[in-house]
């Protein structure tokens, strides 16, 4: 199982992204998925993630900024982001359980900057 992120970008403070992460080759069953960051000289932590039967969470500070949702037909799993702020940039990451083992993206960069 292979996983390609996309979306990310150059933004404005206050601007959207959408990212988009899709999973390839022997996909028998999806479980939970995620979107995680990684800022500059600091840990990866989890931004948002939703279960199988699509209940979602949080990380307190992307709180009714980002949105996580899935679409099992195409093995994919998307990140509304609005509002972004400075602070959002980091290298995303996207995850998934598949059959399960968990899988990870290579990350794809979002730099907010004016």
């Known amino acids: 199982v292979q996983l390609q992120a996309s979306g990310g970008g150059l933004v404005q403070p206050g601007g959207s992204l959408r990212l988009s992460c899709a999973a390839s080759?022997?996909?028998?069953?999806?479980?939970?998925m995620g979107w995680y960051r990684q800022a500059p000289g600091k840990q990866r932590e989890l931004v948002a993630g939703?279960?199988?039967?699509?209940?979602?969470n949080y990380e307190d500070s992307v709180k009714g900024r980002f949105t996580i949702s899935r679409d099992n037909a195409k093995s994919t799993v998307y990140l509304q982001m609005n509002s972004l702020k400075l602070e959002d940039t980091a290298v995303y990451y996207c995850?998934?359980?598949?059959?399960?083992?968990?899988?990870w993206g290579e990350g794809t960069l979002v730099t907010v900057s004016s």
């Open positions: 939703i279960t199988s039967g699509g209940i979602t």
């Open positions: 995850m998934m359980g598949v059959s399960g083992t968990h899988y």
């Open positions: 080759g022997s996909i028998f069953k999806l479980n939970d």
